[in-house]
């Protein structure tokens, strides 16, 4: 896997709707499951405006990989909590999640935490890899059919990088 990391720039303000895109690409290949699109159709509106608002609050860095047909990756947090990270489907298996997680985790406090839905088997794969653990914590997500999330915390070793997995 390449590492990607020299491929990533901060989103700009005008970049919302790139970012719901990416978002919405890889949500539907990877939680169709979850949220089958003839029950559930992909909230656009919502997701967009919820991307306006992170990208103006203060304290969170949104970060991305451009492709030649649109955002290829994307990964958004602040100093405690991972908050978003997509890869479009046609980049996957590059690298650039890990890459994405590896990036964000250097720049946050120690003791980072996220929140991944239960059912996103690909990610908490990722995530567990990576060192994440399971706190115990879980919430109803914020969109119908509402599936339940566990929250992930980091034990980060001492040199600051992300833990190897098993």
């Not at 047909?69 to 908050?83: F, I, K, N, S, T």
């Not at 115990?136 to 599936?147: N, T």
Request: aromatic fraction near 6%.
């Amino acid at each position: 896997m390449g590492d990607g990391a020299e491929s990533f720039r901060v989103a700009s303000p005008e970049e919302a709707h790139a970012l719901m895109e990416l978002e919405r690409d890889a949500n539907l290949v990877a939680l169709a499951h979850v949220f089958p699109a003839a029950e559930h159709p992909y909230p656009e509106a919502e997701v967009e405006a919820r991307w306006d608002a992170t990208l103006a609050e203060d304290g969170v860095t949104v970060e991305v990989v451009p492709g030649t047909e649109g955002l290829l990756a994307l990964v958004a947090y602040d100093d405690h909590r991972l908050r978003h990270l997509a890869v479009h489907p046609s980049a996957w298996g590059r690298g650039l999640a890990r890459s994405a997680v590896e990036r964000a985790v250097t720049r946050m406090a120690p003791g980072p935490r996220l929140w991944c839905l239960d059912a996103n088997h690909r990610a908490r794969g990722l995530y567990e890899h990576l060192g994440w653990r399971p706190t115990g914590g879980s919430r109803r997500a914020e969109w119908p059919p509402h599936p339940v999330e566990s929250e992930y915390a980091l034990a980060r070793p001492a040199d600051g990088q992300v833990a190897a997995g098993p």
